[in-house]
């Protein structure tokens, strides 16, 4: 291949294939194929002798890998799909079998390397073999069996995992002999200095993690459920050598009081002074070695062949610890994975960080450890037969790391991915993300406490309604938004979808479109799309975890739209962002939030909303409208009783951020409607006199006495231009949705004029 390196095949950039034959199994022949290839490729560096030396018990020779995953498929696809094929030796299931106890008795992992005949030649022979036999299967009426397509994708993921393992096991061997030969001479480049570390706040609560479905995943990934997380911060990239260094000069390998009992045990044993591939050439130099071979240690580059027990030694002198395996996902739940720095030939080596805004890293470059052990998630069930084996065995000692690394394959990772190592490891391409505890600021306790006193010192006892949405209240709300009763946010969706193109007529060439409470700006998309005229889209929201990712989501989905996202609170006047200047606006306020508000705080928002847009500037406001009482009532109070849970969560966070003693049991919910103030309020109702303390004070209430803790207006296009009027705004357009009514009202500067559009 003139101008191809022999190490492309390795990304599938420049693959040649061989076209397959239409028919069944044709797409898992060209896959089959396409891996397969794969595996020689990363080969052709290598002498025979390479191939042949194990470098320790931990590492196979890569001629065991070549064969090893020849046999993955003979044993499990070609022995049942095939009635006529024949083991091309008799002998290759015992030295080749790795630890499929079902299947039969195997060599001892460490004596692999003792194993020079087969040669080369023969183990090549073997796969060619195996490749024209499973052609055949595929190409046959088998090729589209289920059972079949199940072990091709775990057997097609078993040689990719394969191939990663060729790659630490070469750098492992080359890293024992003289003259630290590389695997592939690269030039390199030294990497930008990324600063201090940045982190990136989660606030936690109830989340869901693993897989489920579509497409192919491990075992171990499933199945999907439920965990609550504590607030966290993640650092929003990798530990760079740099920083190691710091941890070295200040003694971090001598010191056991950052170290676990059993890493102590093994700094000592294996005198460990610095990660695994380091040289410390004297006078201040380190070198490291690498696929590329020995190199000056680049102190910006990630670090690299850390094990579990240095990484948390890391972390602790750090001040920090390591994320969980359920923070990680979390946290990269809305990123993509193929985004990430995985196995490229003209790289062989982690990138280091590219700077911007939020967490990078994430996925390629190094496997990150975490604080998690290995272990089944609840409901975890291993296959049946042989191949059940697979992962649910090893579920003991060892933790897990998240994420990929830059020799694992593309498209091979998900978020849901779990590797698993012992602790004491660093063979593999292994690195560091720092994880912190979030607490309760105490300017913001103290902010919470002050008004929660304040409203239980009221003749009519009030608690904010902005105090709801903590981890769990954000939670229970998520589920209120799916209920039968709950119908604001589907007919909502629903109006904007048939309104938006309508709305869209209105907003000017170049605009930006600003908008207040923009939280994962889930709706956003449907007027972005009838809108292509934007210009910039400004999200505004106080939390950071809900608007920066959502921003990032829509730059990548709009490439052209400005997109910059401000973290505050809208309901505060803000400057206008660098996006608006220059350009018209439009507000965007959708749901119904507006009716969560006083008419003073209402008309207070308006009025600095009108502000930020400037003179001639138009606002597309969201509001529920006034309904049968049956239907207001059973949205506040569904039957399952899941708003109920949400109000009495509010005495919870007292209870845990406040110091409270409240019995949740001793409350109750209740939803009203009050026509004279058109709002429906929520109660919470002591059902017994009572006294609870709070932060050391004693709070009583009768029996019947309620705690107000919010109250949400409905409006009718009337009351609602009553209420705009105040602020200096008219309607110029409005959209209605049928039964259960909400409406969606663009609101225009009075001072514009107050002939209404038609």
């Known amino acids: 291949m003139p101008g191809v390196s022999p190490l492309d095949v390795a990304t599938g950039d420049n693959q040649p294939r061989t076209r397959a034959d239409s028919g069944p199994g044709s797409a898992l022949i060209e896959r089959f194929e396409h891996v397969r290839a794969r595996t020689l490729s990363l080969t052709t560096p290598l002498s025979a002798e390479d191939q042949v030396v194990q470098s320790m018990p931990d590492a196979s020779p890569v001629k065991w890998h070549l064969a090893h995953t020849t046999w993955f498929f003979e044993t499990f696809i070609l022995a049942r799909f095939d009635p006529d094929h024949a083991p091309f030796d008799e002998r290759f299931g015992f030295l080749f079998n790795s630890y499929y106890e079902a299947v039969g008795p195997r060599r001892a992992r460490p004596t692999r390397g003792l194993v020079t005949r087969p040669g080369l030649s023969e183990v090549r022979a073997y796969r060619r073999h195996v490749d024209e036999a499973m052609a055949r299967v595929l190409r046959g009426d088998a090729g589209d069996d289920p059972e079949l397509v199940a072990l091709m994708d775990l057997g097609l993921a078993h040689e990719e995992q394969h191939q990663e393992l060729i790659l630490m096991d070469v750098l492992h061997l080359f890293a024992q002999m003289p003259g630290e030969p590389a695997y592939r001479r690269l030039a390199t480049s030294a990497a930008t200095d990324p600063g201090a570390p940045t982190y990136s706040r989660f606030t936690g609560g109830i989340t869901a993690i693993g897989h489920e479905g579509p497409g192919f995943a491990f075992d171990n990934e499933q199945p999907r459920h439920r965990v609550f997380l504590g607030p966290f911060d993640l650092a929003d990239r990798l530990t760079t050598n740099g920083e190691w260094l710091g941890f070295i000069t200040d003694g971090g390998y001598q010191r056991p009081e950052f170290w676990l009992s059993d890493g102590w045990t093994v700094v000592q044993a294996q005198g460990w002074r610095h990660p695994g591939y380091w040289r410390d050439e004297g006078e ?51 990123l993509n994975p193929a985004d990430g720095g995985y196995l490229n030939p003209d790289r062989l080596a982690p990138q280091s960080d590219p700077g911007g805004p939020g967490l990078r890293q994430m996925f390629g470059d190094l496997w990150q450890w975490t604080a998690s052990a290995y272990l089944a998630y609840p409901g975890f069930a291993p296959g049946a037969g042989a191949v059940g084996e697979y992962n649910g065995k090893f579920m003991i000692n060892q933790m897990v790391l998240r994420g990929g690394c830059c020799a694992t394959p593309p498209d091979h990772v998900r978020a849901t991915y779990r590797n698993f190592f012992q602790p004491h490891q660093r063979w593999m391409f292994s690195g560091v993300r720092l994880a912190r505890d979030v607490s309760i600021d105490r300017k913001e306790r103290d902010e919470f406490l002050k008004d929660v006193l304040a409203g239980l010192s009221q003749p009519q006892k009030t608690l904010p309604s902005k105090y709801f949405y903590d981890e769990r209240g954000s939670a229970l709300f998520e589920e209120i938004c799916g209920l039968a009763e709950y119908y604001p946010t589907r007919t909502e969706t629903a109006l904007l979808r048939e309104a938006t193109p309508q709305m869209a007529a209105y907003i000017s060439d170049n605009a930006a479109l600003i908008e207040f409470g923009s939280g994962a700006s889930v709706k956003t998309g449907l007027l972005l799309s009838a809108a292509p005229q934007l210009g910039a889209y400004i999200p505004v929201d106080i939390s950071p975890d809900a608007v920066i990712p959502a921003a990032r989501s829509i730059a990548a989905a709009y490439p ?28 965007f306020f959708p749901g119904s939030t507006i009716g969560n508000f006083t008419e003073d705080e209402a008309v207070d928002f308006l009025i600095a909303a009108k502000t930020l847009l400037g003179p001639g500037a138009q606002f597309i406001l969201g509001a529920d409208l006034v309904k049968d009482e049956g239907v207001l009532v059973a949205a506040y109070d569904d039957a399952r009783g899941v708003t109920a849970a949400f109000n009495l969560n509010l005495l919870g966070r007292i209870n845990r951020e406040l110091d409270g003693t409240l019995d949740l049991a001793l409350f109750g919910h209740r939803a009203v409607w ?22 050391g004070q004693a709070i009583s209430m009768t029996e019947g006495e309620t705690i107000h803790t919010e109250n949400s207006h409905k409006y009718t296009p009337e009351s609602l231009e009553r209420l705009a009027g105040r602020a200096g705004w008219r309607i110029g357009a409005q959209w209605i949705s049928p039964e259960p009514t909400f409406g969606l009202f663009l609101l225009r500067d009075a001072g514009a004029g107050v002939q209404r559009d038609g």
Do not use: C, N
Not at 294 to 319: C, K, M
Not at 674 to 695: K, N
């Open 560 to 587: 052209r739209l400005e997109v910059e996202p401000v973290v505050g609170d809208f309901t505060k006047p803000i400057a206008a962002p660098q996006a608006a200047l220059g350009r018209p606006r439009t507000g």
């Open 674 to 695: 009050s026509p004279s103030d058109s709002r429906i309020e929520m109660h919470l109702v002591s059902r017994i006199a009572q006294t609870f303390m709070i932060a």
């Open 284 to 334: 201040g130099r380190w070198g490291e070695m690498t696929l590329t071979g020995l190199i000056p240690l680049d102190p910006h580059a990630p670090v690299r062949h850390v094990s579990f027990y240095e990484a948390d030694a890391f972390a602790r002198w750090s001040g920090a610890r390591l994320p969980t395996e359920a923070e990680w996902e979390h946290a990269s739940s809305e």
